[in-house]
């Protein structure tokens, strides 16, 4: 009726909403006529697009700790479950099975009507431990006081995805690629696209009420197919050659050496990878009227994004992709007491051009000075169990709060006024800090670090010689001048 008033939006629950699939989701979401609630520990990580601030915010919350579930406002119809941890630590499934089971209670607290958790295919007898573990966060979940839905996953493909840049690094970077037997295990490859199509189409339709869903794309394909896939997408030659003798220990060791991914998600891919995992059906495809693309065609449309510049989240921007767990704000503030600084300033004659220099700084661009010295401080990081400088960074000359660029995190980055803050997330002993910052056309540069014992204090002597060189040209360069 023309004059009308709009009806009100429904309320959902967003988990796990500055993550890979959560980021991609929210503005699909909103499309689809909801008011979302962002689910973050960390608020200031969870930056919501200014398109959306009419239509979606930050609730602060700790899934770990119950008494931060009580800033879930009670008027939340439905709700989306994405919280996962790629952690190999010992009591990592039972840290899952908690945050499941605090998530359940409140969900029953609030009423809510409906919710979709987004898990992987677990055909399987034998599975991996986190593959089980992800079947015991579907079994917490399920509650008589809401419909629960599962939609179960394999390898998840699209730019930015840590199984997408994973293939990328061993195929771009190897011509020759010795693999182990685990590359002759099948998988059901789904594009992105298709997986946020499938969620959002999925919540509050009452046929996949109480139910798990196996969602792929058409092509099962083994590891080693996918892999000669890519190289056909890039018009690369490839060759692979399997050796059957190599053990879990020294597949996850090659699989952090090559590639990007950390030590820890190294083994947990490597234990997943030995377990097959193809759809039973293609029932909620028939549900939904839902046609997944193909491998190829997703591997097409991730190189299409990363051409246009328009990767929108990255797995190397959670922290999972780093060595340390923190909340950006106990870090953003840079200390002064017992730690070492290197300080240099610079006038800048055009401050605009600098700023973008700064905004551009590492991955293909690099460090601006002996970029081969930070490459050779990547090599010995990853020989130590560091994340190295493959993580590179999401956008060429974009930075948001917690993005990953090297071995760097972004705590806090403002090109108005000119200040970037970045923390260090190499093996260290001890915490450092690089911040860029423009004043009245003067460019600041400081190096903070603040040791950790005697061998905190060793390290900085030992690596000053290099600051005076290195950190007195990057400036120059950054500057312009």
């Known amino acids: 009726m023309e004059g009308s008033l709009p009806l009100p939006r429904k309320k959902v629950l967003l988990t796990g909403a500055n993550g890979y699939v959560g980021k991609r989701l929210l503005p699909r979401l909103v499309e689809a006529g909801y008011y ?66 605090n998530f359940r209670d409140r ?5 809510v009507h409906h919710v979709v958790y987004l898990s992987g295919m677990v055909n399987e007898v034998h599975l991996s431990e986190h593959l089980g573990s992800r079947l015991a966060v579907e079994k917490v979940l399920d509650s008589d006081q809401y419909n629960l839905t599962t939609l179960r996953a394999g390898i998840i493909m699209g730019s930015g995805s840590a199984s997408f840049e994973i293939i990328r690094d061993l195929v771009e970077k190897l011509p020759l690629l010795v693999t182990p037997k685990w590359v002759s295990t099948e998988c059901q490859p789904i594009g992105i696209r298709d997986v946020l199509h499938f969620l959002t189409a999925t ?35 490839r060759t692979i050659w399997v050796v ?14 090559v590639t990007s991914t950390t030590y820890r998600l190294a083994v947990a891919l490597v234990d997943s990878m030995h377990v097959r995992v193809v759809a039973r059906n293609q029932e909620l495809q028939e549900i939904l009227g839902i046609t997944p693309m193909s491998y190829q065609q997703a591997l097409e449309n991730a190189f299409g994004k990363i051409k246009q510049q328009a990767v929108y989240s990255s797995w190397k921007d ?10 950006v704000n106990d870090f953003i503030q840079v200390p002064v007491f017992g730690c070492f600084v290197d300080r240099r300033q610079r006038s800048v004659p055009h401050a605009a051009s600098t700023i973008e220099r700064i905004w551009s700084i590492g991955g293909n661009k690099g460090w601006y000075y002996a970029t081969w010295l930070w490459r050779i401080r990547g090599i010995l990081d990853k020989v130590v169990g560091g994340v190295g400088l493959r993580r590179g960074r999401t956008h060429e000359n974009h930075l948001e709060v917690g993005d990953a660029v090297d071995f760097w995190r972004v705590l806090y980055a403002n090109k108005q006024q000119g200040r970037l803050l970045l923390y260090a997330e190499m093996k260290l002993p001890g915490d450092a800090w690089l911040e860029f910052n423009i004043q009245q056309d003067t460019l600041t540069q400081t190096a903070t670090f603040r040791p950790r014992g005697v061998a905190g204090r060793l390290y900085w002597y030992a690596v000053l010689p290099f600051h005076g060189f290195i950190f007195r040209n990057m400036l120059l360069r950054l500057a312009g001048t």
């Open 107 to 111: 969900m029953e607290a609030i009423h």
């Open 36 to 101: 979302v609630y962002c689910a973050v520990r960390d608020p200031q990580r969870m930056e919501i697009p200014a398109s959306l601030h009419d239509y979606a915010h930050n609730v602060t919350v700790d899934f770990l700790k119950p008494d931060t579930l009580q800033n879930i406002p009670e008027d939340v119809a439905g709700a989306f479950y994405l919280i996962h941890s790629m952690s190999t630590d010992q009591d990592f499934s039972d840290l899952e099975q908690r945050c499941a089971q």
């Open 318 to 327: 959670s922290f999972v992709s780093g060595v340390n767990q923190f909340r």
């Open 203 to 237: 919540l509050f339709r009452v046929e996949t009420y109480r139910r798990n869903f196996d969602i792929g794309g058409p092509d099962v394909l083994s590891y080693k197919q996918m892999m000669l896939t890519f190289a056909k997408v890039r018009r690369l030659r």
């Open 244 to 257: 059957p003798v190599m053990t879990p220990r020294l597949s996850s060791y090659w699989l952090y050496f």
